[in-house]
């Protein structure tokens, strides 16, 4: 029998309490006014609805208050007892917008944008708060395009005075958004009614062309002034561009290189170093001075200071770092160290950290995988310190991403050999489980059985941590493992599950597999194609591992002249062999890689997923 609305109302009140925070009163609708002093919790509101037959109204504030009370379920179960009566438009309408809000708290995207895309008669009032929404959820799945139509419907309206909407706060979102896209993207808007669209387009375009010149940046900002002095952009960025033009770009005509030449690193300080030595020819053919890190550091310095050096590259390991970073004049002297460390709580301004640290991967993959609407993922990785480090890093990047309490911990299952793997896969996916329920099912029929395995139907993704060898033997454990009767899973990896250097081997078993990759290792990535030809031409025979490095190297030169004000404007990015690059307040050199996938035959395709 169905419960009244009076019913769910005891029932939420007997099941939740009545000790909510108080929270300033809901904006009402219509019905009985409540008295000024009171402070109405979504209990509150649901009594009063009992009390006066499931009024609509009360309900509509007790699943408003419940959300602002961030009891997004309990707001979810009053929205939908709403739908078993009759409610005004006007209620709707508010309705369908905190539902969205609701489904956005809790991490469901695309049920989030049904609902926005609704077929309902809206009001101007309704059409700014979903366009509010659509901002924010189109910027949490980096859908920046959609995002910013958005938010410049609602920029245009805070300037007409429509929505009391903080300008700055959409300001700032548009110049981070706008900072995610490449320039090809900028055409787009180029024939947008709005015309604030082109201003902020012409000033990013500004700030990518001009990063590396402080003097030709600060004549073109004030040329852009001069045309919009009252655009939005005059709230949030003068700060921003402020400290960029004080922060004088690094121009060194004379850069140390320091690397273990000598060691059992010499190979990766080589392919560093020809990294480094093909980006000077691109470049500006700044004279490079190599250093054995593997010399005292009062030899180091002595020769620092007798060449006269106004930029240091290196060393790799971080007991390195620390004693170079403690070194009175290294300190004062500006370095990329190449390695990430955290050395102290107030960075020195003048030291940045460019690692190639494989965090990064695991972290941009939970990510993806969250935006792409996964409720639970499943990992499968090597039971070593590096499958245990990605493995945390994709768990705490998955658990930070949601904001409901059911949340579904990711389940990682480890490995040391072939025969582990094969167990590590049936565990996961259930599969002797099946079986042994099968078995005890015959024992009780004595009737001949048609019967087939099935697989678990609560996990929708997995995120495999291996090598090239690791993951052509766990693909296809996976596949023959997947029930004819389960939708086929998709299956994620890591850039180490990328083999460039074995053309002839057959990556059909791959088939479907999609990875993160740097941009070099990418054939499709054209950008690099003249680099590429050089290296395969000077370098044939060098691995994965020696084409990242010098990845590194081409990339840590290339970043020099512009290092400094990469890192004070916020939300900046440039293109390199590593990927999308970005530097924090720290000093940390962040990258984001590119996505792809292997096809039906095994061939690499490029895919976009964020």
Known sequence: MRLSLSALAIC????????????????????KPLAEEKVYNSDDYLRLARENGDSATYLFNAADAAHK?????????????????????????????????????????????K????????????????????????????????????????????????????????????????????????????????TNAKSWIQLVRITRLYTGQPSVLQRQLKNWYDLHPWHAAMDVLPESFQRSLEAE???PAKIAVVLPFTGKLRRQAQAIRNGLLV?????????????????????????????????????????????????????????????????????????????????????????????LGYKKPSIIAPRNSLGRRLS????????????????????????????????????????????????????????????ETRNRKDMDVIYLIGNNVQTKLLK???????????????????????????????KRDLRSLTFTEIPWMLESETRYAKQRALFNRLWPTLDESMRRLFALGYDALYLVDRIAQLRVLNGLTEQGMNGLISIDPNGFVNRRHKWAKYNAVGQVEPVTLD
């Open 115 to 194: 609902t926005l895309t609704a077929d309902l008669a809206k009001t101007t009032e309704i059409r700014h708060d979903i366009n509010r929404l659509k901002a924010d959820l189109y910027g949490k799945q980096n859908r920046y395009i959609e995002s910013l139509r958005s938010l410049f419907q609602l920029e245009k309206a805070a300037e007409n005075g429509e929505v009391p909407d903080n300008k700055e706060d959409i300001a700032r979102t548009i110049w981070h958004q706008l900072n995610q896209l490449p320039d090809v993207s900028f055409e787009i808007f180029e024939y947008q009614d709005y």
């Open 279 to 371: 980006a000077n020819q691109d470049k500006n053919n700044i004279e490079l001075m190599f250093i054995d890190s593997n010399l005292p550091i009062t030899t180091i310095e002595q020769r620092l200071q007798a060449q006269q050096v106004e930029f240091m590259i290196g060393p790799l390991l971080k007991d390195k770092i620390e004693k170079f970073a403690a070194n009175p004049m290294i300190a004062a002297t500006p370095t990329l160290f190449l390695n990430r460390i955290a050395l102290a709580d107030d960075p020195n301004q003048l030291h940045f950290f460019f690692g190639l640290t494989p965090e990064d991967e695991a972290a941009q993959a939970a990510e993806a995988m969250f935006k």
């Open 392 to 451: 945390d890093m994709f768990t705490k990047t998955w658990l930070s991403q949601r904001s409901d309490e059911k949340i579904l911990m990711p389940e990682v299952r480890y490995y040391a050999n072939q025969t582990e793997m094969q167990v590590a896969v049936k565990n996961l996916m259930d599969v002797e489980q099946s079986k042994e329920r099968i078995k005890k099912i015959r024992s009780l029929i004595t009737k001949q059985l048609t019967t």
């Open 249 to 251: 770009p690094f121009t």
């Open 476 to 506: 296809p454990f996976i596949d023959v493992n997947t029930s004819v009767h389960t939708k086929s899973i998709p299956v994620y990896a890591t850039s180490r599950s990328h083999a460039l250097l074995k053309p002839n081997d057959d």
């Open 69 to 113: 009370e961030q009891r997004f379920e309990k707001s979810m179960i009053v929205i939908k007892s709403m739908q078993q009566t009759f409610v005004p438009l006007e209620i709707k309408q508010k309705l369908l917008v905190l539902e969205a809000s609701n489904f956005i708290a809790l991490g469901h995207l695309n049920e989030a944008e």
């Open 12 to 31: 939420l009140l007997a099941s939740c309490g009545s000790t909510a925070p108080k929270i300033p009163k809901a904006t009402q609708i219509s019905q």
